[in-house]
């Protein structure tokens, strides 16, 4: 059964004529500044080695001008790499012939886009079905696997309604339904929620989430807000000037911040929402005591469910009920509140 991992390995792009003459250069320590002063290239991406999990959500994250938009188009090469590889299932999309990356963008990868990319003068079970078309699937089962995908999204009633008479949330929930309906292996969704209220946000964020459980998609999300990051990253990548400067869960993230860019990042993050139950319990010592907290519960969640049942002990069981550990309700608050500083962690492998 195939995996539908996705690898980026040792993945250069510069932008500009001469690009693959500059490979050997950037690697020697030639940087973006210099590059683009001296000799009138800019560079997209250094050296990215990403394993993005198969049936989980990979988040790529930073600021405006860190390469996530450059990054997450190698991967249906809307954008061709200057040197390096992007693997799926073990074959390099950038060695595809054009017979191959046709078939390959038709039917394993779906995009959904920041600007919802609804045709205006198609009606909402009509841009649906757009990707079906383009594979010459018959109208008839087009319209019927559409219109399942416009229910789960919350729209129905509103097949017949024009892009321009729904509110920005309900063109978002369109772009996923039609991603969704062409049935690829691969979510491409760059930065899918950024133009949205942030209400709407949270709501679409859940939405995805829902449908992700059920789905297992291959999803690479691309966002430069840690909060949606954290919520709905499996994996985080995060990435500055062209370079990943660390990569985790993340928990990982928060906890262990690689540099102080990170570490500024991660300063105001609601911790409880992030951190789960078996980073701080303890070992069982006697009889479990309280209520127990499945591992992999967050701290805000074991929080509430012990205040719940006025319970200040739990303890922590594994997937089949055995106990593993115990936590208190001071522990929790104290991890939910401590900063932590990169300086006393190891430093991120590079």
């Known amino acids: 059964m195939a995996s539908h991992a996705i ?33 009138g290239h800019v560079l997209g991406l250094q050296d990215i080695n990403i394993s993005m999990p198969a049936g989980g959500v990979m988040v790529v994250m930073g600021l405006s001008g860190s390469g996530k938009s450059t990054l997450i188009r190698h991967i249906n090469r ?22 191959d990356l046709r078939e390959f963008r038709r039917h394993k990868t779906a995009m959904v886009f920041q600007k919802f990319a609804l045709l205006p003068h198609r009606t909402i079970i009509e841009n649906t079905v757009y990707g079906l078309e383009i594979q010459g699937v018959p109208m008839e089962e087009s319209r019927k696997r559409a219109q399942g995908w416009i229910e789960r999204v919350g729209l129905k009633g509103f097949e017949n309604h024009y892009p321009n008479q729904l509110s920005g949330g309900m063109q978002q929930r369109v772009g996923l339904a039609r991603a969704l309906t062409n049935d690829a292996d691969i979510l491409l969704m760059d930065e899918a929620y950024s133009a949205l209220d942030p209400l709407i946000r949270v709501d679409m964020q859940t939405v995805l989430l829902d449908l992700q459980k059920e789905l297992k998609k291959t ?10 990051a954290l919520r709905l990253g499996d994996k985080i990548a995060i990435l500055r000037d062209g370079k990943v400067i660390q990569q985790g869960t993340g928990q990982d993230i928060v906890l262990k911040p690689a540099d102080e860019y990170i570490t500024a990042f991660v300063k105001e993050v609601n911790r409880g929402r992030v951190i789960n139950v078996e980073t701080i319990m303890r070992p069982l010592t006697g009889n479990p005591e309280g209520v127990p907290v499945v591992v992999g519960t967050v701290l805000e969640s074991a929080a509430r469910m012990m205040t719940l049942v006025n319970q200040n002990i739990a303890h922590v069981v594994d997937a089949n009920g055995k106990p593993v550990g115990s936590i208190d309700l001071g522990t929790i608050i104290s991890a939910m509140v401590t900063p932590i500083s990169h300086e006393k962690v190891p430093q991120a492998a590079e």
């Open 7 to 39: 690898e980026v390995k040792n993945l250069y792009k510069i932008f500009g004529p001469r690009g693959r003459d500059f490979v050997d250069p950037v690697k020697a320590g030639l940087g973006k500044t210099e590059l683009n002063e001296k000799h």
């Open 219 to 228: 999803v690479v999300f691309i966002t430069h807000d840690l909060d949606e």
């Open 78 to 99: 809307l954008i061709d790499p200057t040197a390096g590889e992007v693997l799926y299932d073990g074959v390099d999309v950038c060695k595809m012939n054009e017979n």
